[in-house]
């Protein structure tokens, strides 16, 4: 018995162990931590707005703050890290962010606020290009997809707690924001201290020639039996422009066009929320807050469940072609059908949040070990800069065009999706990291094996 548990096995084949949850456990904190901070800004604005005097462009400015940090840290942290290593920027994001987040209590002038919610964003950027990847290249194949796809809860669960934290500290006198704002650097420190001591990717050591090193973190942590031989040491080197190139250019408009076709249209529907929860008849309180933030979780993990059962490719395409009908359906019909409109929103939402799951699963997927940070780095910079375009183009097309035709136009931009998957989306399922990474569409190419022995 003990010569068959000791049978050599591949690292992609090895049983899910503490190592694992442990590693998902870190990374997962960085998705707690984003939901939480995006949350709870607009509480914070609400007193913030009289005590600084804001004007509506500073207001939209430190809304939109967190985002653009997202953008430019998952930009560039993630290219950093294909050179210097996933574990230097894993703990190097969450010192950014705790800093950050602690000095938004002293912060004087909107500007000041600005600049540090920026810095919490680029931390948060550069741990999702990371953390996605890190978690991706121990993860087992059997287990990736659930492990990947549990990111969308554990942010939902973020955003729900802000919620909560906004609701009851707001009222704790005008000051209060500044509590509600700093608070973040308590998650975000607590994950900080638990990720010292975080080994490297062996599959990127793999990746620079550094096979002793490799082979000592992944028998340490997953046992002397297992073995690393789908990784090959890479010849040239990897720049960012390659992503572009004949190699990778197909997997990085799939990655990034379905990621932002997604994210538009998620955003948008929470910018539509006040006339929708209008047109239902309810109002924005706490209660209603509650109810739907909790159609968020079934929805995400109901997400959990479609992506182990379902293709990847068939639930994505499925996914944009139910959610483009809602939003058309939605565009169609008369305000005083207000059954409808609701069942269409529930629907809506609950889908969306379950199909949310596949971002963080496709980029990590998608691209080989060489250009895996830059990759997802790449498409998750693109999905908070089209989000962010979008919601802010949203007001002026429902000034020009009205509610139904900006709906309908949210309806087109999941049709894209589909198509763009439809066309590019690859099947990844059941592969291996080595093997889910590879473009059938591009000519095969020679690799050297690396034994193990």
Same mark, same amino acid.
Request: glycine letters at 10%; a positive charge.
């Given at each position: 018995?003990?010569?068959?548990?000791?049978?050599?096995?591949?690292?992609?084949?090895?049983?899910?162990?503490?190592?694992?949850?442990?590693?998902?456990?870190?990374?997962?904190?960085?998705?707690?931590?984003?939901?939480?901070?995006?949350?709870?800004?607009?509480?914070?604005?609400?007193?913030?707005?009289?005590?600084?005097?804001?004007?509506?462009?500073?207001?939209?400015?430190?809304?939109?703050?967190?985002?653009?940090?997202?953008?430019?840290?998952?930009?560039?942290?993630?290219?950093?890290?294909?050179?210097?290593?996933?574990?230097?920027?894993?703990?190097?994001?969450?010192?950014?962010?705790?800093?950050?987040?602690?000095?938004?209590?002293?912060?004087?002038?909107?500007?000041?606020?600005?600049?540090?919610?920026?810095?919490?964003?680029?931390?948060?950027?550069?741990?999702?290009?990371?953390?996605?990847?890190?978690?991706?290249?121990?993860?087992?194949?059997?287990?990736?997809?659930?492990?990947?796809?549990?990111?969308?809860?554990?942010?939902?669960?973020?955003?729900?707690?802000?919620?909560?934290?906004?609701?009851?500290?707001?009222?704790?006198?005008?000051?209060?924001?500044?509590?509600?704002?700093?608070?973040?650097?308590?998650?975000?420190?607590?994950?900080?201290?638990?990720?010292?001591?975080?080994?490297?990717?062996?599959?990127?050591?793999?990746?620079?020639?550094?096979?002793?090193?490799?082979?000592?973190?992944?028998?340490?942590?997953?046992?002397?039996?297992?073995?690393?031989?789908?990784?090959?040491?890479?010849?040239?080197?990897?720049?960012?422009?390659?992503?572009?190139?004949?190699?990778?250019?197909?997997?990085?408009?799939?990655?990034?066009?379905?990621?932002?076709?997604?994210?538009?249209?998620?955003?948008?529907?929470?910018?539509?929320?006040?006339?929708?929860?209008?047109?239902?008849?309810?109002?924005?309180?706490?209660?209603?807050?509650?109810?739907?933030?909790?159609?968020? $979780?079934?929805?995400?993990? !109901?997400?959990?469940?479609? +992506?182990?059962?379902? @293709?990847?490719?068939?639930? #994505?395409? %499925?996914? /944009?072609?139910?959610?483009?009908?809602?939003?058309?359906?939605?565009?169609?019909?008369?305000?005083?059908?207000? $059954?409808?409109?609701?069942? !269409?929103?529930?629907?809506? +939402?609950?889908?969306? @949040?379950?199909?949310?799951? #596949?971002? %963080?699963? /496709?980029?990590?997927?998608?691209?080989?070990?060489?250009?895996?940070?830059?990759?997802?780095?790449?498409?998750?910079?693109?999905?908070?800069?089209?989000?962010?375009?979008? +919601?802010?183009?949203?007001?002026?097309?429902?000034?020009?065009? %009205?509610?139904?035709?900006?709906?309908?136009?949210?309806?087109?931009?999941?049709?894209?999706?589909?198509?763009?998957?439809?066309?590019?989306?690859?099947?990844?399922?059941?592969?291996?990291?080595?093997?889910?990474?590879?473009?059938?569409?591009?000519?095969?190419?020679?690799?050297?094996?690396?034994?193990?022995?």
């Amino acid at each position: 018995m003990q010569q068959l548990t000791q049978q050599a096995v591949r690292m992609d084949d090895v049983p899910l162990n503490r190592f694992h949850l442990k590693i998902a456990g870190l990374t997962f904190g960085a998705h707690f931590t984003d939901g939480y901070v995006l949350g709870v800004i607009g509480f914070a604005i609400s007193q913030i707005r009289p005590q600084m005097a804001l004007t509506p462009f500073q207001e939209g400015m430190l809304g939109s703050s967190a985002l653009l940090g997202l953008f430019l840290g998952s930009l560039l942290l993630g290219w950093i890290s294909d050179y210097i290593g996933r574990q230097k920027i894993f703990c190097f994001s969450f010192v950014v962010i705790t800093l950050a987040s602690a000095a938004q209590f002293f912060a004087t002038t909107p500007e000041q606020l600005f600049w540090l919610r920026v810095l919490v964003g680029f931390g948060l950027g550069g741990d999702f290009a990371v953390g996605h990847t890190m978690l991706a290249e121990f993860s087992p194949r059997k287990h990736r997809g659930v492990l990947l796809g549990s990111f969308s809860v554990i942010w939902t669960v973020g955003y729900v707690a802000a919620g909560f934290a906004g609701h009851f500290m707001t009222a704790l006198g005008p000051e209060a924001w500044r509590w509600l704002l700093s608070s973040s650097a308590v998650p975000a420190f607590i994950i900080l201290l638990m990720r010292i001591g975080t080994p490297e990717s062996p599959r990127w050591l793999m990746g620079k020639g550094r096979r002793a090193q490799a082979l000592d973190i992944v028998h340490r942590h997953l046992g002397p039996h297992v073995l690393l031989i789908d990784e090959a040491p890479v010849a040239s080197r990897q720049r960012f422009f390659s992503l572009f190139g004949p190699k990778y250019r197909r997997r990085t408009a799939f990655n990034s066009l379905f990621f932002v076709c997604l994210v538009i249209p998620y955003f948008a529907i929470y910018t539509f929320l006040p006339s929708i929860l209008n047109v239902m008849g309810l109002d924005q309180s706490f209660g209603t807050d509650l109810l739907l933030n909790g159609l968020l $979780i079934i929805g995400a993990l !109901l997400g959990i469940v479609l +992506t182990q059962i379902c @293709s990847r490719r068939g639930f #994505l395409i %499925g996914a /944009f072609v139910f959610l483009a009908a809602c939003l058309a359906l939605m565009s169609l019909l008369p305000g005083s059908f207000h $059954i409808g409109l609701i069942a !269409l929103f529930a629907a809506f +939402t609950l889908m969306m @949040s379950a199909v949310s799951n #596949l971002v %963080g699963v /496709f980029p990590a997927e998608s691209f080989p070990t060489e250009v895996r940070s830059m990759g997802v780095g790449f498409a998750t910079s693109m999905s908070r800069l089209g989000s962010a375009i979008g +919601t802010a183009m949203l007001p002026l097309s429902i000034v020009h065009f %009205g509610m139904p035709v900006t709906t309908g136009i949210l309806a087109l931009i999941l049709v894209v999706g589909a198509i763009v998957s439809l066309a590019w989306a690859p099947e990844t399922k059941g592969l291996t990291l080595v093997d889910a990474a590879h473009d059938p569409h591009q000519r095969p190419e020679t690799h050297a094996v690396v034994s193990a022995e």
